[in-house]
């Protein structure tokens, strides 16, 4: 079999796949909250992904992929069963403190759903009891919910039309498990930037640790570019090797979702030159600016996946 061969995908919507890839050293050495640099082609671009599971026994770690731009959406149409990435490097960042709360919080938004999994699952098994808050737009694009079940000793679905589970925003869902579960000691929330925002403004006046994954461009993902720079308590701090994972309520979340924008026009220009050149269809409508929801957090709402810049 082929070095960083798909083994497995599973589609869970028009935009968001999963990729079970072979790579038994890297399914031996990864720990929850790290992330790879895969490759699709030698002529491809370097993009971070999160390692959202990883199983030792068959030699695999699993990815989850919104196809939000050029690579994603090529990814989307050529990685089947049998073919093979050309480069897959990690893991990288710092892994998650799995630390010794006893009650435990994990929120993921979207597809920050699936890189929050390694870290519930690694609570639990660090004896802590672990409620998980998951929110979707609509029951069409809801996934692990049964994967979280069996790892979680409580769950709240939320979507924002109400179509499976709670109907509210992700911040509903956390209000209610803080109300159902008073004595919360960590909270972690992974997702879009402003979904990350909003839940760290949720816990700031019950003074709860709130880590969240930060999602900054990157490039090396060694901690030479500079490219994934992060306000963190008024200090600058490199996504790649300081992070992904930081203090919620210390990071400058406004910065960060600037900072993601910087490369539009280029993004734009590859996505469309590679739409013309395989004749894929473009994209309905173009990305809306985030500012318009960072500053209006409390109508948070989860993006369209289409739509969604994730947080990693
Ligand atoms: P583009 O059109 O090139 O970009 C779309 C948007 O994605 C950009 O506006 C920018 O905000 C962001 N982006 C583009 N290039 C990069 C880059 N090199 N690094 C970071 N963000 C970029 N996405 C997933 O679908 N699943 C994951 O598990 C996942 N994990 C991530 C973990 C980390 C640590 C980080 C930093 C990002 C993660 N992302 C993940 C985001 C993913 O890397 C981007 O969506 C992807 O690079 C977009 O590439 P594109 O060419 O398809 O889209
Ligand atoms: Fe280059 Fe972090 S990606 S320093
Ligand atoms: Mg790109």
Same mark, same amino acid.
């Given at each position: 079999m082929s070095e960083f061969a798909v083994v497995a995908r599973e589609d869970f919507s028009d935009v968001t796949f999963l990729l079970e890839v072979r790579h038994p050293q890297m399914a031996r050495a990864a720990r929850p909250g790290q992330f790879v640099i895969v490759m699709l082609h030698p002529q491809g671009e370097r993009i971070p992904l999160t390692i959202a599971d990883y199983d030792r026994g068959r030699g695999t770690i699993t990815l989850v992929i919104q196809a939000v731009g050029k690579t994603t959406r090529q990814m989307q149409q050529e990685c089947r *069963?049998?073919?093979?990435?050309?480069?897959? *490097?990690?893991? +990288?960042? +710092?892994?998650? %403190?799995?630390?010794?709360?006893r009650k435990v919080l994990c929120v993921g938004g979207g597809l920050g759903v699936a890189p929050v999994f390694p870290q519930a699952r690694a609570f639990k098994e660090a004896g802590a009891q *672990? %409620?998980? *808050?998951l929110g979707f737009r609509t029951r069409e694009l809801v996934f692990w919910e049964d994967k979280f079940r069996r790892a979680c000793d409580d769950l709240i679905l939320c979507t924002n039309d109400g179509s499976a589970g709670i109907r509210g925003l992700i911040t509903d869902g956390v209000a209610l498990a803080l109300k159902r579960e008073p004595h919360i000691e960590e909270v972690i929330a992974i997702g879009p930037p402003v979904m990350m925002k909003a839940v760290a403004e949720a816990t700031r006046p019950h003074g709860i640790r709130t880590m969240v994954s930060v999602n900054p461009i +990157?490039?090396?993902g060694t901690g030479m570019c500079g490219g994934c720079r992060v306000k963190v308590g008024g200090e600058v701090r490199f996504g790649c090797v300081d992070g992904p994972d930081f203090d919620g309520h210390l990071v400058d979340f406004d910065d960060l979702m600037a900072r993601l924008h910087r490369f539009d026009t280029q993004e734009r220009t590859a996505q469309s030159r590679w739409s013309e050149s395989c004749r894929m269809p473009e994209?309905?409508?173009e990305p809306a600016p985030p500012q318009s929801r960072a500053a209006a957090p409390d109508a948070y709402e989860l993006p369209d996946p289409a739509e969604e810049v994730f947080g990693g």
């Open positions: *069963v049998g073919s093979a990435l050309f480069a897959l *490097v990690g893991p +990288m960042g +710092m892994p998650s %403190t799995i630390g010794s709360a *672990v %409620t998980a *808050v +990157m490039v090396d994209p309905a409508q």
